[in-house]
């Protein structure tokens, strides 16, 4: 009889966890699995590329709790709850009135305040024999509070220890996890330097590539269509704080300022107003005709292929699946030295490691646009490595029998 395996997710929104999910639903032997992903809501550019063998099923009204931020809070409990039962206005009332006079708890507090939010979801009403919690935190948090399963497995796609979190909250629904897969080597040292007492839940499971799809997709498509001639930075990536772009923007104004021929472009989607603050340091430098944004696709390949240096910027990250992309299709690439980034780039001999910066970040892209030996050097280590690594099921598949 097949096993019946639950994911939870919030959207299939052009994004990180979005993609690796994907590559990894795709590796299942759906001749063993009967695969229902629960998704906080039914939306995003990605819902297409879902195999037809998983059953997609929304958790409804209160899954907007999901797409909780700073930016929306207000509004988007007045509208989910209070609308419903005004009095729950002085149910959560102390917590807004924490994050007011407590700035420097505010991380914990919000993370309080979504625990108590989470409470009016109802279970999922059908068993099964496995859960994962494959978006990270927040789907973690429901699988262990609202979810009948026999073995729950959660995935870590960040750096537990940057920012920083609350041990005394995530801890305890840790331990409740039969398994904690952590996407790198470094994700996985960080989590359990942290929290040492997890050792021997923790397991690494790369995000699944798939070479021969992405260079497939990479030759159909839209690509860019302005009839640049001069050198194209590509950076995959929501417009978000973790991204960097507030310091990409103005070391990409000094190299301007140089004489140097480029553009950069931005492909992805927006955090809240946070997309607004960043066109307004565009504006603010001057380089509203040469920073441009593309906005999503749920085909970036072909921009891929056709960049000449792939910029990661990032102030923190797990291991970036666009990272890998860009290995993949052999560009030069640049890292900001994020958590895993040494191990993305091994040391650097697959690709430019910079300092988290405005100096760095132009230090860096100096040194790429005027030394094409190195950028020669780097397509020639990438053309010798194999980037297929569909075998990382076979560790999902591990942990199953190990948790029997």
Not at 186 to 197: F, I, Q, S
Not at 359 to 380: F, Q, T
Request: proline content about 3%; aromatic content about 14%; glycine content about 6%.
């Amino acid at each position: 009889m097949k096993k019946k395996i639950l994911f939870i997710g919030i959207t299939m929104n052009c994004a990180g966890s979005e993609k690796s999910f994907l590559s990894f639903v795709n590796s299942l032997d759906f001749d063993k699995y009967d695969v229902d992903l629960l998704l906080a809501k039914r939306e995003g550019l990605f819902l297409e590329q879902i195999p037809s063998q998983v059953n997609v099923i929304e958790m409804g009204h209160f899954g907007e709790v999901f797409k909780l931020s700073s930016k929306n809070a207000f509004s988007l409990i007045f509208n989910t709850y209070i609308k419903k039962n005004p009095f729950y206005a002085f149910d959560i009332l102390p917590y807004f009135v924490s994050l007011l006079l407590f700035k420097n708890k505010r991380v914990r507090i919000a993370t309080k305040m979504w625990l108590h939010l989470m409470k009016k979801m109802k279970k999922v009403e059908k068993h099964y024999d496995i859960a994962v919690a494959y978006w990270g935190d927040r789907t973690m948090f429901y699988m262990i509070d609202k979810v009948d399963a026999d073995k729950k497995i959660t995935w870590l796609h960040f750096d537990y220890s940057f920012p920083k979190r609350d041990n005394d909250i995530y801890l305890p629904y840790f331990e409740k996890c039969d398994a904690i897969v952590n996407v790198s080597t470094t994700v996985d040292d960080a989590l359990k330097r942290e929290l040492p007492v997890l050792k021997d839940k923790c397991v690494v499971i790369e995000n699944i590539n798939n070479p021969d799809l992405i260079e497939k997709m990479a030759n159909s498509g839209k690509s860019f269509d302005d009839g640049f001639s001069g050198k194209r930075i590509l950076t995959v990536g929501r417009i978000a704080e973790q991204k960097g772009y507030d310091f990409a923007i103005p070391a990409f104004k000094k190299l301007l300022q140089e004489g140097y021929n480029i553009k950069w472009y931005a492909l992805g989607g927006a955090d809240d107003d946070y997309a607004e603050y960043i066109k307004g340091i565009v504006k603010e430098n001057g380089v509203e005709d040469s920073f441009i944004f593309l906005g999503t696709t749920s085909n970036p390949y072909p921009y891929l292929k056709d960049c000449d240096i792939y910029a990661q910027t990032s102030r923190y990250e797990g291991k970036p699946i666009s990272v890998e992309e860009a290995k993949i299709m052999k560009k030069t690439i640049l890292v900001t030295n994020y958590l895993s980034a040494s191990e993305q780039l091994e040391n650097g001999k697959l690709g430019y490691i910079t300092d988290i910066s405005v100096d760095g970040v132009y230090k860096g892209l100096k040194e790429l646009l005027d030394n094409e030996e190195l950028s020669a050097n780097y397509m020639k280590e990438l053309s010798s490595r194999d980037f297929s690594n569909k075998n990382e099921i076979e560790k999902f598949y591990g942990i199953l029998k190990r948790t029997e």
